[in-house]
């Protein structure tokens, strides 16, 4: 468990001090609720492409509602609560003593969807610039110049307890909150979707909170197998007319470009909307500086992207203007790129069933 953290914290440290901290623009807003809308079609009676391969032009993945649904209002809680922090120095054990003033810190923003999704989310006191949600969009922003943790910030709104997984840091802040008195939980998630029902339980257990951490990952598994059930049976089912798809991580200003392969959890979104994980397929492994030799060889046939990422390269023009490599793939030639906004496409937590949904309805529907 802790060589899984070492190994997570040790990636993110890379990405911290070469991808996000020349973000584009600064952090993501938070999601605006959404206005009432009809219920969406649902996957089986969509009017899907009779060969997504032929497709040409970009296409956006829109979640139907940003909200995240408590599995409980009212969960039932146990303190004082002793759990495993698997951090930097080893396992510690944490008791918890209090839980009314939370802070869910990592770079995705799952944690604190999933505090939400386990019935605390009125408990949030702050959020990290990856927490977008409607619920928590008047929290104050507790990180800077992307995902660096801002001690002052913290320290002002007297959080009881800090969960985090070491992806955000720098952790010599994370320390230095510990040292002041407050409690900090690190979470250790394997990669993947398998990171949303470990969440569940880990936070859940951070929390006092068992119960609630076992219904939550419960209902998300049986619904996310749902959701993939349902892709599948509008996705092409010849492995020849599958899409070939890889996601890449573009802050064009800063000249970062960076193609996401097994272990990032990405592998786990493709092939849930049906796609084939080309970067796997060429051994890519977790979050690596993009090649030109690399994009070549994967030949992607589709390209998913952050939103804000695609805008900082001045959008597909710009994008295969600056990397001629990506324009020789048959994804570059069809201009087919698939984006989604920031705080979402990766947030493998209580919305992970719908960001599926999302994704293969712009993929297999790009036509509305």
Request: charged share 20%.
């Amino acid at each position: 468990m802790l060589a899984r953290t070492r190994a997570r914290t040790a990636i993110a440290a890379v990405l911290l001090a070469t991808l996000l901290a020349g973000c584009a623009g600064g952090p993501p807003s938070a999601t605006p609720e959404p206005e009432a809308s009809a219920p969406r079609v649902p996957l089986a009676e969509l009017d899907v492409l009779d060969d997504p391969k032929s497709w040409q032009g970009e296409s956006e993945a829109v979640l139907q509602n940003t909200e995240i649904t408590p599995v409980t209002d009212a969960p039932e809680q146990s303190l004082p609560a002793t759990v495993t922090s698997r951090d930097l120095d080893g396992d510690r054990e944490v008791t918890v003593t209090d839980t009314s003033r939370l802070l869910g810190l990592d770079m995705a923003g799952s944690i604190s969807a999933t505090i939400t999704g386990l019935g605390f989310g009125d408990n949030l006191v702050g959020r990290d610039s990856s927490s977008t949600f409607p619920q928590v969009a008047e929290l104050p922003l507790v990180t800077r110049g992307g995902h660096s943790i801002n001690a002052e910030s913290v320290i002002e709104l007297r959080p009881d307890l800090i969960i985090t997984d070491g992806t955000i840091g720098p952790i010599d802040v994370l320390l230095q909150l510990r040292d002041v008195g407050i409690d900090i939980v690190f979470v250790d998630p394997s990669p993947g979707f398998q990171a949303v029902y470990d969440l569940s339980e880990q936070v859940a257990a951070a929390l006092g909170a068992d119960e609630a951490g076992q219904l939550l990952a419960d209902q998300l598994r049986a619904d996310i197998e749902a959701k993939v059930a349902e892709v599948a049976a509008i996705a092409p089912r010849d492995p020849d007319k599958k899409l070939r798809m890889l996601f890449l991580y573009l802050r064009g200003d800063s000249g970062i470009y960076y193609l996401f392969g097994a272990e990032s959890g990405v592998d786990d979104l493709i092939a849930a909307v049906g796609g084939i994980d080309v970067a796997a397929e060429i051994g890519w492994e977790g979050m690596k500086p993009m090649t030109d030799e690399a994009i070549i060889a994967a030949a992607p046939d589709l390209i998913l992207v952050m939103s804000s990422g695609l805008e900082s390269t001045g959008g597909v023009d710009g994008l295969l203007q600056s990397k001629a490599a990506i324009g020789i793939t048959p994804a570059g030639q069809n201009r087919r790129f698939v984006s989604m906004a920031d705080g979402e496409i990766l947030s493998f937590g209580p919305r992970t069933p719908d960001v599926i949904d999302a994704v293969a309805r712009a993929i297999y529907a790009p036509q509305g």
